[in-house]
């Protein structure tokens, strides 16, 4: 009775921009984040939930973190905060999925928007 299973899903898009936010905003809910952001290899913001300004920091910084072997100094948006950064790689390009805050379940939950992102990124 598949039919019958509620849909997991709150909101849908078939724009990836709006899909992408949408898994974001959903991640960031669930984990209680200050912010998740979606960032490029040049720590440019491709997507992002939580104040714009944080979420800028967060973009900028994700890709030099997850390079540095020792952790980095955090910029003054973000001090105080953990930072947790989950690489991915997909179709030859390097994008970071970066957080800021979260309970105990942030790492299954980054895990899990990592396959979200990927999902969204990779369809037709």
Known sequence: MNWLREERRGRR?????EALRYQLEAARDRGRLEALVLADDG???VSSAGESGVCEELAAIGPLMARAPLGMPLPPLLRGGEVAVRPIHLHGQDLFLVALGGN???DALLNHSTQGVHRILSAN
Do not use: D
Request: aromatic residues 0%; positive net charge.
């Open 43 to 45: 720590g440019i913001l």
């Open 104 to 106: 105990v379940a942030r």
């Open 13 to 17: 898009s078939s724009a990836r921009h």
